[in-house]
Each structure stands twice: as structure tokens, then as C-alpha cells.
């Protein structure tokens, strides 16, 4: 088995679109319509991501996050933050020797960076 993808269910699907391939370099790889439902499926390398509005009212979930590695953390926080996406917490050195850093995204969810 391996992972396909996660699902973030947005307020506007074109702006969360606009969100992630501006912060994080995200290509639109998919558009699908189903009843009630928009759907657009991006990717990065092997690194795929499912947004999806719908009428449906959103609850904000402090559960729910994304997770990235990356091989040097400093360069990408430093692109994100000349974007204007500024860390919400850390970056913070693991006892394993992970560092790590997280962002909010437009609907509330976590993504955290891993190095």
C-alpha cells in the first residue's frame, strides 16, 4: 500500500487553489464535479493534495493537519515568508533531531514542515 492523498474540505475552491500553488508551488493536476461538490486535486513531486468545497458549513478542526519533509527547512521558511506566510509555531528542534515548523492554511488546517 501506499498513500494517495488528503482531502481538505475549503470555503472557495479557488482560493485555496491560489493558496497552495503560491505558497508551495502546487500544480493543478485534476478538476472533478460531482452533485453538490467541486474538486481539484493538486500535486508536488509525489505529494498530492484533494480540495474540496461544498455547501456543506465548514467546522474549523485543530486535529487535522498536513505533513511535508523537506531537505532544508530554512530555505522554504524563508520563501514563505517573503510570500507573507509567516510560521504560526516554531520551528522547533525535536529530541530525535527532526526540526520542525508549522503554518496555519486558509480553512483552519495545520502544515507542518519537517526537516
Do not use: C
Amino acid at each position: 500500500m501506499k498513500w494517495h492523498h488528503a482531502g481538505i474540505q475549503v470555503r472557495h475552491l479557488a482560493d485555496a487553489i491560489q493558496f497552495y500553488e503560491s505558497m508551495f508551488d502546487f500544480k493543478v493536476e485534476k478538476y472533478l464535479t460531482l452533485p453538490g461538490e467541486k474538486i481539484a486535486f493538486l500535486k508536488k513531486e509525489e505529494v498530492r493534495i484533494e480540495l474540496i468545497e461544498s455547501g456543506e458549513i465548514l467546522v474549523p478542526s485543530s486535529s487535522i493537519h498536513l505533513s511535508w519533509g523537506v531537505e532544508d527547512l530554512e530555505v522554504l521558511k524563508e520563501s514563505l515568508i517573503e510570500k507573507g506566510l509567516n510560521p504560526s509555531e516554531g520551528p522547533y528542534k525535536l529530541e530525535n533531531g527532526w526540526i520542525t515548523v508549522f503554518y496555519e492554511g486558509l480553512n483552519n488546517e495545520v502544515i507542518e514542515i519537517i526537516q
